[in-house]
């Protein structure tokens, strides 16, 4: 009986569709595996696919496809060690999310998923069926038990393949980022470890996939839940880790321990890991953004400099008549140090020419938000014009207090292909610009320093879109406003606990009507990169006409 077991952990970034680069990918996992001479070699949950695949798996030609993709796989990577890979498997009418053991140019095993997820961004309930709880697959004369995913957020499953006699836990999984997440399954996996007694490898899938960020940190636990391998956060790496058979059973060899940065850092990364990805899999080489002398379009600007490169990005001033001189002066200090393509484009000529237009009809009305947003229009105008022309995608720049109670003008400066901080409050904005001024990373491809100017994070907000113009004036000061939203939004919570937190019921009920009544912008708003388990989009789904308000 072998008294060693070698696993190759590739913690890789696939692309959903992708059946031949998803699968190259796993046959490169498969020959490090083999010349590390690997018993088994392991990839993430549904990796042939991509991963979250929402109802594109359920077309049959396409989950047809990616079977036929894995029964090649097992062809190709015959002659060496097992591979074990998720991917879709459809038998009986039946669809499941399935881990596929292939050996021998054929699959022997296939684990199919118990438990499925049906809250935040997944559907799972809606698009698989459930499986019986399965037992332990043999690789050699070892018996492993693979719960995918969220089977091991739930005890039954491990614990009824330790009793069919599983001697380790390799989980697959496609665990996607928000914050604090890492702490979160740490916990989890150390009870699953402390219920059945053996070592548990947690594998998971890393990049980004329209607004989830998978963030990787595979990490393996022993016995009594001592971390013996914890691999990097938001990095693509293969890792071999070996286990030895003693008299007390499996124990994985202690291997390396990556740090794990804090929340300010993994959520930066977070963003520009998910806009680099978002250019790479749909196509898009560079960017372009309107950049106001704000500190949102500055840290967006800052974001897609440390993704893409600043030779990628280019910023675009677009000022009016209440533009002013710090605004101008502070945008194009912004993009020198960034070092990124700066344009000047006033549009004083284009709005003259729309007020013209509009004056036979507008003529007796009192002026209003109307001709503020005309500004805001025409630069969305100006830029989707720019971004046709040069096949740059459109970056938009409002934050998720912004969204949130809807102050952005749709078809205005909403306009855009991607926001890379839609789910980061407006305080917490001027947190990360003050992070990334005092911090440099080898995954940035921006300059190192102070890169936001001190006076764009010091300066009251303002849209300056009329004379004296301060966010203060339209909204709750923004610390008032993020308070209140963490309640209502994140933590679901009632007017009432606004009021026990110490907010007055004023404030309380003005951002919660501004909330109801901004859904239908959020459902035109561009996608952006998730940080938390309350993001817009797939995890917040709420009718656009709703006249129910808390009376509480």
């Not at 097992?74 to 498997?89: F, K, M, V, Y």
């Not at 219920?195 to 996939?209: A, D, H, K, M």
């Not at 009305?365 to 971004?387: K, W, Y």
């Not at 911090?439 to 491809?445: E, S, V």
Request: charged share 25%; aromatic share 8%.
């Amino acid at each position: 009986m072998a008294d060693r077991f070698r696993i190759t952990l590739a913690q890789l970034n696939p692309t959903v569709g992708d059946l031949d680069g998803n699968a190259a990918l796993a046959e490169k996992a498969w020959q490090a595996g083999k010349e590390a001479e690997a018993d088994l070699v392991a990839l993430p949950e549904m990796f042939v696919t991509g991963y979250n695949t929402q109802d594109l798996i359920m077309k049959p030609a396409f989950h047809k496809a990616a079977m036929a993709k894995i029964d090649e796989l097992a062809e190709a990577c015959a002659d060496g060690p097992t591979l074990a890979i998720g991917g879709p498997w459809a038998e009986d009418d039946k669809l499941y999310n399935a881990y596929h053991i292939l050996r021998g140019g054929r699959a022997v095993t296939r684990v199919l998923k118990h438990h499925l997820p049906n809250e935040t961004v997944f559907d799972e309930v809606r698009i698989y069926d459930a499986a019986p709880v399965g037992g332990p697959y043999a690789v050699g004369n070892v018996r492993v038990g693979s719960p995918i995913c969220e089977d091991s957020w739930h005890e039954d499953v491990p614990e009824t393949l330790a009793e069919t006699g599983a001697e380790f836990l390799l989980v697959p999984n496609g665990s996607p980022y928000y914050r604090g997440k890492m702490e979160v399954r740490h916990q989890l996996m150390v009870k699953r470890v402390v219920e059945t007694g053996l070592p548990l490898i947690y594998l998971n899938l890393v990049g980004g996939q329209d607004d989830q960020v998978f963030d990787g940190g595979t990490f393996a636990l022993n016995p009594g839940g001592a971390l013996a391998l914890q691999m990097p956060m938001l990095r693509e790496e293969i890792a071999h880790i070996d286990l030895t058979r003693g008299d007390e059973g499996w124990r994985i060899e202690q291997g390396p321990l990556a740090k794990l940065p804090d929340t300010l850092e993994t959520d930066y990364h977070a963003m520009v890991w998910a806009l680099r990805d978002y250019m790479r899999k749909t196509g898009f080489k560079k960017v372009l953004l309107g950049l106001s002398g704000g500190v949102d379009s500055a840290i967006v600007a800052t974001i897609a400099a440390d993704a893409l490169g600043p030779e990628n990005v280019r910023c675009v001033m677009l000022p009016s008549e209440y533009t002013s001189q710090s605004s101008l002066d502070d945008a194009k200090a912004c993009a020198e140090a960034l070092g990124c393509r700066y344009d000047f484009v006033p549009i004083a000529e284009g709005r003259a020419a729309i007020t013209n237009t509009l004056a036979p009809l507008f003529e007796g009305t009192e002026p209003d938000v109307t001709e503020e947003n005309i500004q805001s229009r025409l630069r969305g105008l100006l830029l989707m014009a720019l971004s046709n022309k040069f096949g740059e995608m459109l970056l938009t720049t409002g934050n998720k207090s912004e969204v949130a109670v809807g102050y952005a003008t749709i078809y205005g400066d909403m306009s855009g292909g991607y926001n890379p901080i839609k789910d980061l409050y407006k305080t917490r904005v001027f947190d990360i610009c003050r992070w990334r001024n005092a911090n440099h990373r080898d995954w940035m491809m921006g300059p190192s320093g102070a890169v936001i100017p001190d006076n764009i994070i010091q300066k009251p907000p303002s849209a300056e879109l009329r004379e004296d113009q301060k966010d203060s004036d339209s909204l709750p000061d923004y610390p008032t406003l993020d308070g209140i939203l963490d309640i209502l939004l994140d933590q679901d919570g009632s007017i009432e606990d606004c009021l026990a937190a110490g907010y007055t019921r004023e404030d309380a009920k003005r951002v919660e009507h501004l909330l109801y009544i901004s859904e239908y912008k959020r459902y035109q708003s561009a996608p952006g990169a998730r940080l938390s388990k309350r993001a817009f989009w797939l995890d917040r789904r709420y009718p656009i006409v709703n006249r129910w308000r808390d009376d509480g």
